[in-house]
Antibody
Framework: QLQLQESGPGLVKPSETLSLTCSVS??????????WGWIRQPPGKGLQWIGS???????YYNPSLKSRVTISVDTSKNQLSLKLSSVTAADTAVYYC??????????WGQGTLVTVSS | DIVMTQSPDSLAVSLGERATISCKSS????????????LTWYQQKPGQPPKVLIY???TRKSGVPDRFSGSGSGTDFTLTISSLQAEDVAVYYC?????????FGQGTKLEIK
């Protein structure tokens, strides 16, 4: 059974870089059948797709965040990472690691809350 | 960007009654090459990540109760719960994955009347 687990600091200061890691078990980030990515949800609000990466390392980002986002994979550790630079309070959200298949975003991590505050 | 608009924003339905949620996209999400609509319905309960109920607009994910059904094509879609159960209280989202940036509807909060 595929499992995704996000980890990283729960508190980040304004203007700094948010860094999260997603550990994947029960499947491989190298699989050519899937895309891996991140979706976020501000407290009490809706869902925003951040971006995705495929097995060859091709990345796709939300244009609203593109200048600040980097998504990468470490195949040796079977992990996915997210970096979001120059954060503000508007970046406070639960960040989910996700897998996308032909059936949409079919697997989600439990999510990790990141608060941007000094 | 494709804008996804759900209606209503909230809905209260009696147990055992039908619940219907609408989702409209600002442009078609139908791939002509395979005749599939790249539209997913999710259910999200408090403190949990969203869970796929329906993909390709009308294909129920394995394990999802058959009281959930999806319909529609192109730009107009519907999620129907045929007989509401207490455990169906949740927020429901539609999402298009036809083109990036993938976008979600604003969500519909479903409650028991």
């Amino acid at each position: 059974q595929l499992q995704l687990q996000e980890s990283g600091p729960g508190l980040v200061k304004p203007s700094e870089t948010l860094s999260l890691t997603c550990s994947v078990s029960g499947g491989s980030v190298s699989s050519s059948s899937y895309y891996w990515g991140w979706i976020r949800q501000p407290p009490g609000k809706g869902l925003q797709w951040i971006g995705s990466i495929n097995y060859s390392g091709s990345t796709y980002y939300n244009p609203s965040l593109k200048s600040r986002v980097t998504i990468s994979v470490d195949t040796s550790k079977n992990q996915l990472s997210l970096k979001l630079s120059s954060v503000t309070a508007a970046d406070t959200a639960v960040y989910y690691c996700v897998r996308r298949s032909a059936a949409g975003h079919d697997y989600w991590g439990q999510g990790t809350l990141v608060t941007v505050s000094s | 960007d494709i804008v996804m608009t759900q209606s209503p924003d909230s809905l209260a339905v009696s147990l055992g009654e039908r619940a219907t949620i609408s989702c409209k996209s600002s442009q078609s999400v139908l791939y002509r090459s395979n005749n599939k609509n790249y539209l997913t319905w999710y259910q999200q309960k408090p403190g949990q990540p969203p869970k796929v109920l329906i993909y390709w607009a009308s294909t129920r994910k394995s394990g999802v109760p058959d009281r959930f059904s999806g319909s529609g094509s192109g730009t107009d879609f519907t999620l129907t719960i045929s007989s509401l159960q207490a455990e169906d209280v949740a927020v429901y989202y539609c999402q298009q994955y036809y083109s990036t940036p993938y976008t979600f509807g604003q969500g519909t909060k479903l409650e028991i009347k």
